[in-house]
């Protein structure tokens, strides 16, 4: 047995036991064999035993290797492993490396596998999963036959793969995926990934060179896209870097990134990595009315849990929301219904205008904000506008900004 990996416990006030996974092979003395196994242990933290080992995955004509297992928080017991497959017989349809995905809990259940990449004509490798319960992030090496042959025996490739995944009771879902820092050869090598718990939609990928013996990081925003990316450590010339992980640290907010350093003396290091701060937002401009903003969730582009909030609406006034990209400030004279006084403070028309949201009824209406990926920094502006109590007359709010970062 080796190539173990161990599963996270969320829950530090109620800690339950955990899933070790790791790869077997048969035989009287050890010996990579062409018909490696999966399997899995629970271990009972609070007495410190091992219970006995299960198959999650073998085939007499397949060979099943490098195991990771996601995390759990919600108690349901059921966690998410990975792991390479390669046929070693016609009997297979697996003719080079594919991930396959299962879902087991701890009393040793386990679903049929979702195989990812069986038509992509290179290898899939090496996978590393973050995330908890039914929602993870997948990352994995991807390595042309041609540059590393038929059945590789190291795990370095040309390019990372990332997917996003939910688990539906029954399937894993998609729900973003991408590749990262394509190569022209077989050179990088992934360390792994973790997922930001305050957010829920960012996840860090950590990687190294081979050529450069840099170590790198990408941050990933909900459909796992890149949003930043950054060099860890460069190497000096005269040492190599080896092994790697990367794990979200709750209590800090930031994340962990591990590796060794081999040089003269051996070394090994962590890291640590923070988001951008985003300026807070900000009120501004003149407002005829007592209704006010809030935001919720990050100001990070790649979050998808965001949301913006208008409170102080009379009951059942009808109301909607302007954004747009830059801040004006125009009174408001002609209008009719518009109460005297009022200002337009977000452009309503021309190319700062980004629209207006659906119209919704008081005291208060709220939006779910998403912030994709390919956003650049900017900042946003939201006016609110709504009608009084009786529905007779229009006011308007003050500007309420919000700036993102990435």
Request: glycine share 10%; proline share 7%.
């Amino acid at each position: 047995a080796w190539r173990p990996d161990v599963s996270t416990e969320y829950d530090a006030f109620a800690p339950r036991s955990l899933v070790v996974v790791f790869q077997t092979e048969d035989g009287v003395t050890f010996s990579h064999s062409l018909t490696s196994e999966i399997r899995g242990v629970v271990v009972d933290v609070t007495n410190e035993t091992a219970g006995s080992p299960f198959l999650i995955a073998e085939s007499a004509d397949e060979d099943c290797e490098l195991p990771s297992v996601g995390g759990n928080e919600s108690g349901n017991g059921w966690f998410t492993v990975g792991y390479q497959v390669i046929g070693n017989s016609a009997q297979s349809m697996h003719v080079d490396c594919n991930v396959q995905l299962r879902r087991v809990d701890r009393s040793g259940a386990v679903t049929p596998p979702r195989t990812l990449g069986a038509t992509s004509n290179e290898h899939e490798l090496a996978p590393r999963i973050g995330g908890f319960d039914d929602d993870i992030v997948l990352a994995f090496m991807r390595a042309r036959p041609a540059d590393v042959g038929p059945r590789p025996a190291n795990v370095n490739g040309h390019a990372i793969g990332t997917m996003a995944l939910h688990w539906d009771g029954a399937n894993f879902l998609t729900r973003g995926s991408a590749s990262h820092d394509p190569q022209q050869n077989a050179r990088l090598v992934l360390a792994g990934i973790d997922v930001d718990r305050a957010t829920g939609s960012h996840s860090v990928l950590s990687f190294r060179s081979i050529v450069t013996k840099n170590v790198y990081l990408r941050v990933l925003g909900y459909h796992t896209y890149q949003v930043r990316a950054e060099t860890v450590y460069v190497s000096p010339g005269n040492e190599t870097t080896a092994a790697g992980a990367v794990a979200y640290d709750r209590p800090t907010g930031e994340f962990l990134i591990a590796y060794a350093r081999n040089g003269a003396l051996g070394s090994s290091a962590i890291d640590r990595y923070e988001h951008v701060t985003a300026p807070a937002p900000s009120a501004g401009g003149a407002g005829c009315s007592a209704a006010a903003f809030s935001w919720s969730g990050s100001q990070l582009i790649g979050d998808e849990n965001c949301r913006i909030r208008l409170d102080g609406l009379p009951g059942g006034a009808l109301a909607t929301v302007l954004i747009g990209l830059a801040p004006i400030n125009q009174l408001i004279v002609g209008v009719p219904q518009v109460q005297p006084g009022c200002f337009l403070n977000v452009p309503n028309m021309g190319p700062s205008a980004l629209g207006t949201l659906p119209f919704a009824f008081g005291p208060t209406v709220s939006y779910d904000i998403d912030l994709p990926e390919q956003l650049p920094p900017m900042t946003l502006y939201f006016q609110g506008v709504h009608f009084d109590a009786g529905n007779v007359s229009v006011l308007t709010t003050q500007r309420f900004a919000v700036p993102l970062v990435k």
